[in-house]
């Protein structure tokens, strides 16, 4: 089984940053993909940004610049890092993971949600 760890949610000013941490820990293969989603108040889950393994980055194209994501692959842990932080950034941010467990299966897993909430 795989489980995820996140942290690093909190209460923001209005232009503060935050960075946050997703920790994949049990038994499993290889990951293949760590990413980011978040979901506002009263709207759908969105993608935020996504890593690679290899350290391939996608972010999603409103957020680049701001918004920036690493992988520490020795620590299957995912960095979400959040600058110049917007009220309209205030959701709850969830990792999700994807890669293969010991036995090759395919596995997809989502972290618990870590709320950010930026005051204006």
């Known amino acids: 089984q795989v489980q995820l760890v996140e942290s690093g949610g909190g209460l923001v000013q209005s232009g503060g940053s935050l960075r946050l941490s997703c920790a994949a820990s049990g038994s499993f293969g290889s990951i293949r993909t760590m990413g980011w989603y978040r979901q506002a108040p009263g709207k759908q889950r969105e993608f935020v940004a996504l890593s690679t393994a290899s350290g391939s980055a996608n972010i999603t194209d409103s957020l680049k610049g701001r918004f920036t994501i690493s992988i520490d692959n020795h620590r299957s842990t995912v960095y979400l890092q959040m600058n110049s932080l917007k009220a309209e950034d205030t959701a709850v941010y969830y990792c999700?993971?994807?890669?293969?467990?010991?036995?090759?299966?395919?596995?997809?897993?989502w972290g618990q949600g870590t709320l950010v909430t930026v005051a204006s």
């Open positions: 999700n993971v994807q890669g293969r467990d010991s036995y090759l299966r395919r596995f997809e897993r």
